[in-house]
């Protein structure tokens, strides 16, 4: 079996992603620091104990963030949040970009489409337009900003970049997710929810550059894309807007929203020829511990199946959307997998919302 010619059904066009540039912001944070500066500031919640025990188990290390823990844990307005999310956004996408398409060998003005993703902000036009300019594209591009995914939607910007390049095969795509939790984070909210986000979301910027995969292709070949959403499951991963900005809850039922799901994974890599079993790796997105091993039980996939996501979860956290692109970015680094060996996608938000990819790893030649 071939990367290139899978025992897939029904696709045209196999897509193949780049390897992804992956930018952090400059304040870097040890778990250790975020579990003394909330104590002291949830000193008099009562469950507060509890609260760091549940942030220490998150098996997270270090984080970036776009601003020191002082100014994070401040009071501050939604309109200062906002603000400093459309300046930094664009700051760190457009890096992210530049990087992406310097490692494709691709200039911005042959970039014919613009998938971009992102749910920790508003702006409007979308940051988008200012990363699209910013990095020199041209005006006749077509860009897609997506909001209102969460976790989910890096994956949902590859699929975004799979299904454009099935109706136009010789374009060239660029995907740019940038998140910046850390802005959401409210100074009077204390639940054991809360102390969860508190204790695993970080911030950061990636994008990859999409095109036709050909044998000369490093990295992962996309066959086909699958989202799907559970029913009567909205409020299992869910957020609010206050005069304070975006609120953010954890809702534990979410490690036991998984399981429910596997038979669809099982049921979309069957369509491909593929079984659990079959694959040589794994691309999960970094909900947290729970999360991670719900995928690797649910799918039977042996230890250390997913360490490239734990790995990420330990050294920058949940990234949100852009959490599939650094784990992905990790497979191309780190003993990468074997040529033509299965493999998989995967990401849940809101909704709740589990995306999909599935394809084959080649060891080409190089871009």
């Given at each position: 079996?071939?990367?290139?010619?899978?025992?897939?059904?029904?696709?045209?066009?196999?897509?193949?992603?780049?390897?992804?540039?992956?930018?952090?912001?400059?304040?870097?944070?040890?778990?250790?620091?975020?579990?003394?500066?909330?104590?002291?500031?949830?000193?008099?919640?009562?469950?507060?104990?509890?609260?760091?025990?549940l942030?220490?188990?998150t098996?997270?290390?270090?984080r970036?963030?776009?601003?020191?823990?002082?100014?994070?844990?401040?009071?501050?307005?939604?309109?200062?949040?906002?603000?400093?999310?459309?300046?930094?956004?664009?700051?760190?996408?457009?890096?992210a970009?530049?990087?992406?398409?310097?490692?494709?060998?691709?200039?911005?003005?042959?970039?014919?489409?613009?998938?971009f993703?992102s749910?920790?902000?508003?702006?409007?036009?979308?940051p988008?337009?200012?990363?699209?300019?910013?990095?020199?594209?041209?005006?006749?591009?077509?860009?897609?900003p997506?909001?209102?995914?969460g976790?989910?939607?890096?994956v949902?910007?590859?699929?975004?970049?799979?299904?454009?390049?099935?109706?136009?095969?010789d374009?060239t795509?660029?995907?740019v997710?940038a998140?910046?939790s850390?802005?959401?984070?409210?100074?009077?909210?204390?639940?054991?929810?809360?102390f969860?986000?508190?204790?695993?979301?970080?911030?950061?910027a990636?994008?990859?550059?999409?095109?036709?995969?050909?044998?000369?292709?490093?990295?992962?070949?996309?066959?086909?894309?699958?989202?799907?959403?559970?029913?009567?499951?909205?409020?299992?991963?869910?957020?609010?807007?206050?005069?304070?900005g975006?609120?953010?809850?954890?809702?534990?039922?979410?490690?036991?929203?998984?399981?429910?799901?596997?038979?669809?994974i099982e049921?979309?890599?069957?369509?491909?020829?593929t079984?659990?079993?079959?694959?040589?790796?794994?691309?999960?997105?970094?909900?947290?511990?729970?999360?991670?091993?719900?995928?690797?039980?649910?799918?039977?996939?042996?230890?250390?199946?997913?360490?490239?996501?734990?790995?990420?979860?330990?050294?920058?956290?949940?990234?949100?959307?852009?959490?599939?692109?650094?784990v992905?970015?990790?497979?191309?680094d780190?003993?990468?997998?074997?040529?033509?060996?299965?493999?998989?996608?995967?990401?849940?938000?809101?909704?709740?919302?589990?995306?999909?990819?599935?394809?084959?790893w080649?060891?080409?030649?190089?871009?």
């Open positions: 079996m071939s990367a290139t010619h899978p025992p897939a059904r029904g696709t045209s066009t196999h897509v193949a992603i780049t390897r992804p540039a992956v930018v952090v912001p400059e304040h870097v944070v040890t778990q250790d620091e975020i579990v003394t500066a909330l104590g002291e500031l949830f000193a008099d919640v009562p469950h507060v104990e509890r609260g760091l025990s942030i220490r188990s098996t997270v290390e270090t970036r963030l776009v601003a020191g823990l002082e100014e994070i844990f401040s009071e501050r307005s939604f309109g200062v949040r906002n603000a400093s999310y459309a300046e930094e956004v664009v700051r760190l996408g457009s890096e970009a530049r990087r992406a398409l310097d490692a494709a060998g691709v200039a911005a003005a042959e970039v014919d489409h613009l998938v993703v749910c920790t902000g508003y702006a409007l036009p979308g988008d337009a200012y990363i699209a300019q910013e990095i020199g594209c041209r005006p006749t591009m077509r860009r897609t997506i909001q209102q995914l976790c989910a939607a890096g949902s910007a590859m699929a975004e970049a799979f299904n454009f390049l099935q109706a136009y095969p374009a795509v660029l995907a997710a998140e910046l850390s802005l959401s984070f409210q100074p009077d909210e204390s639940t054991l929810s809360d969860i986000s508190n204790g695993i979301f970080g911030d950061g990636a994008a990859a550059v999409f095109r036709r995969a050909d044998a000369a292709s490093t990295g992962f070949h996309m066959w086909g894309v699958r989202q799907h959403l559970l029913p009567a499951s909205q409020s299992v991963i869910a957020g609010q807007t206050t005069e304070r975006f609120h953010f809850k954890t809702d534990p039922r979410v490690r036991n929203t998984v399981p429910k799901v596997i038979p669809e049921s979309f890599l069957a369509e491909f020829g079984k659990p079993g079959d694959l040589g790796f794994c691309v999960s997105h970094t909900g947290g511990p729970l999360i991670m091993d719900g995928v690797e039980k649910g799918l039977s996939l042996p230890d250390g199946a997913l360490r490239h996501s734990r790995e990420s979860m330990a050294r920058i956290g949940n990234t949100s959307s852009v959490s599939v692109f650094d992905l970015r990790r497979h191309h780190d003993g990468s997998p074997e040529h033509a060996s299965p493999g998989l996608v995967v990401a849940f938000g809101p909704g709740f919302t589990t995306e999909m990819v599935v394809g084959a080649n060891e080409g030649t190089g871009v």
